[in-house]
């Protein structure tokens, strides 16, 4: 297993510029990168600080607007230095896939990833910059 690090936490919005806004002004996190996904639905935000490499949180605008009051953690990913042999060791292993992201998706930007459940259902991602 090659995992690095947390790489990010995934947090879902209903309002992506006000969430960046809150986060940017009130928080004092920079935006990173900003990326419209592969699926045509979900926008994202990096958010990080002082331009270093560190753990970074994702803004998701677009899977679900019924947020319970308290917010929603949507997952967190790991750093990975292969994540196609990352992904067929989950596969040997027998872990369950999150249901839609079974196989590698790329975002525009390069960045590769696929989901796991964890044993309470959590959403982990394996994440190759």
């Not at 995992?3 to 928080?27: A, C, N, P, Q």
């Not at 040997?92 to 525009?108: D, K, M, R, Y």
């Amino acid at each position: 297993m090659a995992t690095k690090r947390i790489d990010h936490v995934g947090v879902m919005v209903k309002d992506l510029e006000t969430t960046i806004r809150f986060y940017t002004e009130i928080v004092g996190l920079e935006v990173k990168s900003r990326v419209a996904h592969t699926n045509g639905v979900l926008q994202l935000a990096f958010l990080g600080a002082g331009g270093s490499d560190e753990t970074e949180i994702e803004l998701i605008q677009g899977y679900n607007d019924q947020l319970p009051a308290e917010g929603k953690v949507h997952h967190f990913a790991v750093t990975v230095d292969d994540v196609e042999a990352e992904h067929e060791r989950i596969k040997s292993l027998n872990i369950p896939f999150v249901p839609g992201f079974e196989e590698i998706t790329a975002l525009p930007n390069g960045h590769r990833y696929f989901f796991i459940h964890g044993p309470d259902k959590e959403w982990i991602e394996f994440f190759q910059r």
